[in-house]
């Protein structure tokens, strides 16, 4: 997954063309709206306008678009010297970020993952992962009668891979067993299932640096014990464009993603140092910031981009569209952000 999806010059999101967008394989919650954007900045100025050090580092920034909606937004608040870090892995989305926030550039410094540990990332910051962490790379598994094998990609013509199932790992074998304990026995046989591998030493290795933090992390996922039910046969991967699958898998030509699982992140951020604050359905966080009385005024030009606007972002809300799908959570390290407790009441970070 990994490699079909960051091998440079040869990976997914290593092309020239953006992958994502009107004109790519598929459409992430910016291009459908600037809600989200407007969302985070508006959370920002709530805890940071009078802290003028405080930086935004994003993980796995797509186009930029995120970021530009994000920073736009954030000029008509007033805010308007912030400093912005990109992390990315691959030199493409690097180039399609410049692209995309042209009239940002003095603000911008771009990261490369394997080079975090010569770069000295903001210690105060607001962290954003935005529909990200579905392409964390994935170890996908078969429950059997005695414990589990393991999935791997062979290559079955020239750039052509398929899938078989063989013994697993020492690593898969004992994460499956520690890291779920009684889940992997509710797990039927037969049933196929994905898990993240060391988790919490990768985002060790991505947060470190930033000593306090507000982090926030969008994504469709489930909380552990819906993740794992037992009506869900074939596990959560998916493929964009979605005709491609594991029978015939072209390398670096497809989208590859694995379902969230919110419980893991959860666990993995506190023994790192994190504190959960809340998890909620994206829905219920944007209409509380949007919908609100004091939420920032978008205006539009013309009929067909306000209708436009007003489609899409009830799309983004709405529990049959992504406002159920996706989810919210937010975590805090050595910092205290008490305005988050106008989200209580639509907290659920209880089934984590």
């Not at 794992?228 to 959560?236: A, E, N």
């Amino acid at each position: 997954m990994e490699q079909s999806l960051y091998c440079p010059n040869a990976g997914y999101y290593d092309r020239e063309i953006p992958v994502m967008g009107h004109t790519g394989d598929f459409l992430t919650s910016p291009h459908l709206s600037p809600l989200v954007a407007q969302s985070l900045a508006y959370q920002f100025a709530h805890l940071y306008r009078e802290d003028s050090s405080v930086s935004i580092v994003e993980f796995g920034g797509g186009t930029g678009k995120l970021a530009f909606d994000l920073l736009t937004t954030l000029q008509t608040l007033g805010i308007v010297t912030i400093r912005y870090f990109l992390v990315e892995k691959t030199n493409a989305s690097i180039l399609w970020q410049e692209k995309t926030l042209a009239p940002f550039l003095p603000q911008i410094t771009w990261c490369k993952y394997h080079e975090l540990d010569s770069i000295e990332l903001p210690p105060n910051a607001m962290v954003v992962f935005h529909e990200v962490l579905d392409a964390f790379p994935a170890k996908r598994a078969l429950r059997t009668d005695d414990g589990v094998l393991e999935q791997y990609m062979q290559e079955s013509s020239p750039g052509i891979w398929t899938a078989i199932f063989a013994e697993a790992s020492r690593e898969l074998a004992e994460a499956s067993q520690i890291k779920n304990g009684e889940l992997l026995n509710a797990i039927p046989e037969g049933n196929e299932f994905e898990l993240r591998i060391n988790l919490a030493h990768t985002l060790n290795v991505l947060l470190r640096k930033i000593t306090h933090a507000h982090l926030v992390i969008i994504d469709y996922g489930e909380p552990a014990t819906f993740y794992y039910r037992q009506d869900r046969l074939y596990g959560t991967l998916k493929f964009f464009p979605p005709h491609y699958n594991l029978a015939k898998l072209p390398f670096g030509k497809c989208d590859i993603s694995v379902d969230v699982n919110f419980s893991e992140v959860a666990e993995a951020l506190q023994s790192i140092g994190y504190t959960i604050e809340m998890f909620l359905p994206q829905g219920m966080w944007l209409l509380e910031h949007c919908f609100s009385s004091k939420a920032p005024s978008v205006s539009h030009t013309n009929l067909f981009e306000q209708v436009k606007y007003r489609t899409s972002s009830v799309y983004l809300v709405s529990p049959s569209g992504m406002g159920d799908q996706f989810k919210v959570l937010i975590a805090n390290k050595n910092i205290s952000t008490p305005w988050l407790d106008r989200f209580a009441r639509y907290d659920c970070s209880e089934r984590l």
